[in-house]
């Protein structure tokens, strides 16, 4: 059966107010804009970083023995590392020998995905994680830093953070005062130690048999001598050296986290000097 338009029944329209659109709208902007701020407003204020926070990796030059591991590791293949050979005489007698020298060490962050690789595999500790990232450029070119770059981001690595509540400690193994006393006397008689067994550490020791005299008394046998270790002087901060470097450093608009450790290294090397001259 056909209906006409006329006999359809359709809903009656509600009409909003003018502007109640607007008026809602401005109610929700009110709403946030009179709730207390929690962003931080960088970079007046700088973010509290934790220890093991990944920003960029720094370089200890001394600890680097041109292993090539952090390059080999690396999937991105952003380590570049130069070296040559050195023949360095020997200390005391023997026969010479050959040293690897650090000639370039760089990492180009445009490539590199932070993933820590390098960091793990250093078998020297010669990488570290630091707190840094305002490291941005204008050129993707200029990101990749040397080992000068990397070295001064290594005064900026935080100490590592205390262990959790409930951690193990780390338990130090003890050697029986028996088996020291074996192996002292088997150095000083000359004779190569024997291999110890675990057994024989963590057991207690059996009394030792006496040994057997002698027929004919052999001469004793010089022992070697011995080697003093070598004890470094505590010496205190040059004070002088330390404001008159970080002063300089500030000039020249370095950050003062990065110029405060290159201060208090300058510093101590020139205590060291002085307290060895004096």
């Known amino acids: ?91 005391s007698g023997g026969k010479a020998r050959s040293v690897k020298v650090l000639d370039r060490f760089a990492i180009d962050f445009s490539l590199c995905m932070y993933c820590g690789i390098c960091v793990e595999v250093c078998p020297f500790d010669a990488l570290f994680w630091t707190p840094e990232f305002e490291y941005a450029e204008y050129s993707i070119t200029n990101l990749t830093h040397e080992k000068e770059k990397l070295e001064e981001w290594t005064y900026t690595v935080l100490p590592p953070q205390m262990l959790e509540d409930g951690a193990e400690p780390v338990v130090e193994s003890v050697v029986e005062p028996a088996v020291s006393a074996t192996l002292a006397a088997a150095a000083a008689a000359g004779a190569p130690a024997a291999p110890v067994a675990a057994s024989a550490v963590a057991a207690p020791a059996a009394p030792l048999a006496a040994p057997p005299a002698p027929e004919a008394a052999a001469p004793p046998a010089a022992a070697p001598p011995a080697v003093a270790p070598v004890q470094h002087k505590e010496v205190a901060l040059d004070q002088e050296t330390f404001d008159r470097v970080l002063a300089e450093l500030l000039e020249k608009g370095t950050s003062r986290r990065v110029a405060e450790g290159q201060a208090r290294r300058a510093a101590m090397i020139a205590a060291r000097k002085k307290a060895e001259e004096g």
């Open 1 to 91: 059966m056909a209906i006409d338009e006329k006999d359809v029944r359709r809903p009656p329209r509600r009409r909003l107010a003018t502007g109640a659109g607007l008026v809602k709208g401005l109610g929700v902007t009110l709403k946030h804009l009179l709730r207390p701020s929690i962003t931080q407003q960088y970079p007046e204020e700088r973010p509290d970083l934790p220890p093991r926070s990944r920003g960029v990796i720094a370089l200890k030059q001394e600890n680097c023995t041109v292993c090539y591991k952090c390059s080999r590791e690396c999937p991105d293949w952003c380590i570049y590392i130069d070296a040559h050979k050195e023949t360095h005489p020997p200390a």
